[in-house]
């Protein structure tokens, strides 16, 4: 070897020798510990970017599992029209999402439940205690079908005790009383067509019935924001109410469920003694909707984009997604997408009637 060669070895030896007592240094010091944790906390808590909302709608995933999905938080989407903030279900790990994205959960204006399944519902004392610390200027409004009395009751007395304990501890500046609890409004849509729960201004909520036996009713929703719409499918079938609903939607946010890799699911758990799981896997192939059915209904509606969400089973890998998008490109050949926790998509507002090719979907 060369002297250039055996010069160039020390001095990157020396150089990793420098990085690595200095790294030792650093953390073993006090005063830099310190200074390391002030410029991090800075980072991420003293930023004010509440940009969400304003003359747009956006649509933020802060859970795309289905139950019992690893990597993933469960189902939930958060959707900012105008000035006001929802969330269209609360599952399990979605409000550690919503918080880590940093979205002005302090605004929270309603959640929307689709319906009472855990994996919809987990959250709800988690973003209750988010809200309320952050702000929430009212109790925390929960709309949905009959049983959401029963579901805000329960919620309420579990965590009675913890809303007396945070008033007594941090006072009633900080943790007002008034604002405490969930607060249930229940409706009742029509068999067929849409009805109206919520209208404040321009923002419209409008909900529909889906086919999620034997959950009944089991609802979607529908927001209307300055020309700008979003519809969620909730869990459901491939459904004529949900495709009339998502008539010419910018978006269309969809449950899927990939039915070979289900089945596939099924046969190894069965395979590997595990009978009882293993069927209750193979039993939900009756009451959600393949990629490819998605992708046909999202057609029908003539809807803009089709987001794929509340994964059976969640993706773990790009094999995986690859197996959720067999035989969709040949429905639809373009205009679909995957969310995962995190993905964020744009409506400009449309008030000047602007033709389709000019209304913007973003998608970060």
């Known amino acids: 070897m060369s002297k250039i060669g055996n010069r160039l070895i020390i001095a990157v030896v020396v150089v990793v020798a420098i990085m690595v007592a200095g790294r030792t240094i650093v953390m073993n010091n006090q005063t830099a510990q310190d200074w390391l944790a002030e410029q ?41 029209a105008g ?13 550690d999402v919503l918080t ?60 009675g005790l913890d809303y007396g304990y945070r008033t007594g501890h941090h006072g009633e500046a900080i943790m007002p009383s008034k604002t405490s609890g969930l607060k249930a409004h229940r409706f009742t849509a029509p068999a067929k067509g849409m009805i109206t729960v919520y209208q404040d201004g321009d923002v419209t909520v409008s909900a529909f019935r889906v086919n999620h036996p034997p959950i009944e009713p089991s609802y979607g929703y529908r927001i ?41 699911t099924s046969e ?10 293993g069927q209750l896997i193979m039993d939900t192939l009756d009451y959600h909707t393949a990629p490819v059915e998605a992708a046909a209904a999202a057609n029908e509606a003539d809807a803009g984009l089709l987001v794929f969400s509340h994964y059976a089973p969640v993706p773990q890998n790009p094999l995986v997604e ?36 000019k209304r913007q979907i973003i998608i970060n």
């Open 322 to 357: 690859r197996i959720f998008m067999r035989g969709v490109d040949e429905v639809r050949k373009q205009g679909v997408f995957m969310a995962t926790d995190g993905t964020h998509i744009e409506l400009p507002a449309s008030d000047d009637g602007e033709n389709d090719e």
């Open 268 to 277: 190894t758990l069965q395979k590997a003694g595990q009978e009882k799981l």
């Open 224 to 264: 209307d924001y300055r020309g700008r719409s979003v519809v969620i499918s909730g869990d459901t079938t491939k459904d004529g109410n949900l495709i009339a609903a998502a008539h010419k939607t910018d978006v269309l946010v969809h449950e899927v469920l990939q039915p070979y890799l289900v089945r596939l």
């Open 40 to 80: 991090a906390l800075a980072r991420v808590l003293g930023q004010n970017n509440d940009t969400y909302g304003g003359d747009k709608i956006d649509v933020v995933f802060c859970g795309t599992a289905s139950p019992m999905g690893r990597g993933r938080a469960q189902s939930c989407t958060a959707v900012l």
């Open 83 to 95: 000035d006001k903030f929802f969330i269209i279900d609360s599952g399990a790990r979605s409000t």
């Open 100 to 159: 880590g994205l940093g979205l002005p959960v302090g605004r929270l204006d309603a959640v929307f439940l689709t319906h009472f399944h855990s994996d919809h519902i987990a959250s709800l004392g988690e973003l209750h205690l988010a809200s309320w610390a952050r702000g929430r200027d009212s109790k925390m409004h929960v709309y949905g079908g009959p049983g959401v009395d029963q579901v805000v009751d329960g919620f309420n007395m579990a965590y």
